[in-house]
T-cell receptor, first 109, second 114 residues
Framework: RKEVEQDPGPFNVPEGATVAFNCTYS??????FFWYRQDCRKEPKLLMS???SGNEDGRFTAQLNRASQYISLLIRDSKLSDSATYLC??????????FGTGTRLQVFP | ETGVTQTPRHLVMGMTNKKSLKCEQH?????MYWYKQSAKKPLELMFV???????ENNSVPSRFSPECPNSSHLFLHLHTLQPEDSALYLC?????????????FGNGTRLTVT
């Protein structure tokens, strides 16, 4: 079993839709989590950190469920520019970042 | 100015060639990384340097040789590569070598081994 698992998608949604991705992690000792965004043929960029209490940044909301060992990313009012691959990251111990394979989102007009 | 700069952007090399990838960060960070990204696989950590000292080497074949002359520069020397080494090689930096520090990636070198 992979340490960090994501549905590869693609998720095809119309503009304005709300879409949510989940990411499961197997190491219960993981303490920190992130979502990165990677555009086609570009480098990953940090989208947001995931806090225990959940956090929101504009149209994006990240949540952590420790009991079920998953994190989620909710995107409201999807834009064409949101089309990208979203990478889930769990931090094992104090320093090891474990990346998921990513979930591809395609927003269509 | 881009925070993390990688050169070259694209590289095609034969299996007997020797080449080097270069990375430079302008963010004043203390840690630098090499990652490999292959199609349909998660990012694989190859090497970590913290304050110019190698702190992690993830069982990477010896045909990949990193070099960190100072905290702003990182190289990956390549020799006698195999076709399966074709991938996107990403350099990254972070404030320090702890999991809580976000990574800043360079735009990558797309390597093709023929």
């Amino acid at each position: 079993r992979k340490e960090v698992e994501q549905d590869p998608g693609p998720f095809n949604v119309p503009e304005g839709a709300t879409v949510a991705f989940n990411c499961t992690y197997s190491n219960s000792a993981s303490q920190s989590f992130f979502w990165y965004r990677q555009d086609c043929r570009k480098e990953p960029k940090l989208l947001m950190s995931v806090y225990s209490s959940g956090n929101e940044d504009g149209r994006f909301t990240a949540q952590l469920n420790r009991a079920s060992q998953y994190i989620s990313l909710l995107i409201r009012d999807s834009k064409l520019s949101d089309s990208a691959t979203y990478l889930c990251v769990a931090v094992r111990g104090t320093d090891k970042l474990i990346f998921g394979t990513g979930t591809r989102l395609q927003v269509f007009p | 100015e881009t925070g993390v700069t990688q050169t070259p952007r694209h590289l095609v090399m034969g299996m007997t060639n020797k080449k080097s990838l270069k990375c430079e960060q302008h963010l004043g960070h203390n840690a630098m990384y090499w990652y490999k990204q292959s199609a349909k696989k998660p990012l694989e950590l190859m090497f970590v340097y913290s304050l110019e000292e190698r702190v992690e080497n993830n069982s990477v074949p010896s045909r990949f040789s990193p070099e960190c002359p100072n905290s702003s520069h990182l190289f990956l020397h390549l020799h006698t590569l195999q076709p399966e080494d074709s991938a996107l090689y990403l350099c990254a930096s972070s404030q320090d070598w702890t999991g809580g520090s976000p990574l800043h990636f360079g735009n990558g070198t797309r390597l093709t081994v023929t």
